[in-house]
């Protein structure tokens, strides 16, 4: 038994909502272990311990962030109305809000240490974005059989779609001057209507 009124370690996930909270306030670069300790109250040590690296804090707060962005998705994509209209709604889930928006600045990062990864963690930012794509194909074969889109080949548009989406959101997260959240959902809208919607 611990004595002395010792500080019990918060669960693992109030130190993932804390990390996300430290991007979104502060930037990636002030999430080091020694500041998210003392935002929660946990040494630098003892997050070493529960996380290995800053790399597998970064990918679990990522995966963490995922899930609940996963949950939208999901009732996103189940609710009523046309497979457009469900489309348009995953697209702007998918694009980020602005300038140094949070899931996409440590998607950036996550990314950008991807190159000398292990195989498991990159394994399991596949899993992370291979959910995006099934729904993403789902949704569209659905439209395709309901009459809503042409028959195209839905892995194929999938694929490209999210190709199209990640250099405009990597563009948005950036902040490249001369393009925004606005215009970004405008080019896709017109990348669906063009691709996906029956000539008259």
Same mark, same amino acid.
Not at 42 to 71: I, N, P, Q, V
């Given at each position: *038994?611990?004595?002395?009124?010792?500080?019990?370690?918060?669960?693992?996930?109030?130190? @993932?909502?804390?990390? *996300?909270? *430290?991007?979104?306030?502060?930037?990636?670069?002030?999430?080091?272990?020694?500041?998210?300790?003392?935002? $929660?109250? *946990?040494?630098?040590?003892? @997050?070493?311990?529960?996380?290995?690296?800053?790399?597998? =804090?970064?990918?679990? #707060?990522?995966?963490?962030?995922?899930?609940?962005?996963?949950?939208?998705?999901?009732?996103? @994509?189940?609710?009523?109305? #046309?497979?457009?209209?469900? +489309?348009?709604?995953?697209?702007?889930?998918?694009?980020?809000?602005?300038?140094?928006?949070?899931?996409?600045?440590?998607? =950036?990062?996550?990314?950008?240490?991807?190159?000398? %990864?292990?195989?498991?963690?990159? /394994?399991?930012?596949?899993?992370?974005?291979?959910?995006?794509?099934? /729904?993403?194909?789902?949704?569209?074969?659905?439209?395709?059989?309901?009459?809503?889109?042409?028959?195209?080949?839905?892995?194929?548009? %999938?694929?490209? +779609?999210?190709?199209? @989406? /990640?250099?405009?959101?990597?563009? $948005?997260?950036?902040?490249?001057?001369?393009?925004?959240?606005?215009? $970004?959902?405008?080019?896709?809208?017109?990348? +669906?209507?063009?691709?996906?919607?029956?000539?008259?």
């Amino acid at each position: *038994m611990a004595g002395g009124g010792r500080r019990q370690a918060p669960p693992r996930e109030d130190v @993932l909502a804390a990390a *996300m909270e *430290m991007i979104a306030e502060r930037g990636l670069e002030k999430l080091t272990m020694a500041a998210l300790g003392r935002e $929660v109250g *946990m040494s630098s040590g003892h @997050l070493l311990y529960y996380f290995r690296s800053k790399d597998e =804090l970064l990918l679990r #707060t990522l995966e963490w962030s995922e899930g609940r962005l996963g949950a939208e998705r999901g009732r996103l @994509l189940t609710r009523p109305g #046309t497979a457009l209209e469900r +489309l348009d709604a995953y697209v702007g889930l998918y694009v980020p809000e602005g300038h140094r928006d949070p899931h996409w600045t440590l998607w =950036l990062e996550v990314w950008n240490r991807s190159q000398n %990864a292990p195989e498991e963690a990159r /394994d399991r930012q596949a899993a992370i974005e291979g959910a995006w794509h099934r /729904d993403l194909v789902a949704l569209l074969a659905e439209g395709i059989s309901r009459g809503e889109f042409r028959p195209v080949d839905p892995d194929r548009f %999938a694929s490209r +779609l999210r190709a199209l @989406l /990640d250099g405009f959101a990597i563009h $948005v997260a950036i902040g490249l001057r001369g393009t925004d959240r606005t215009q $970004v959902l405008g080019h896709a809208r017109e990348f +669906l209507a063009e691709g996906l919607l029956a000539r008259s």
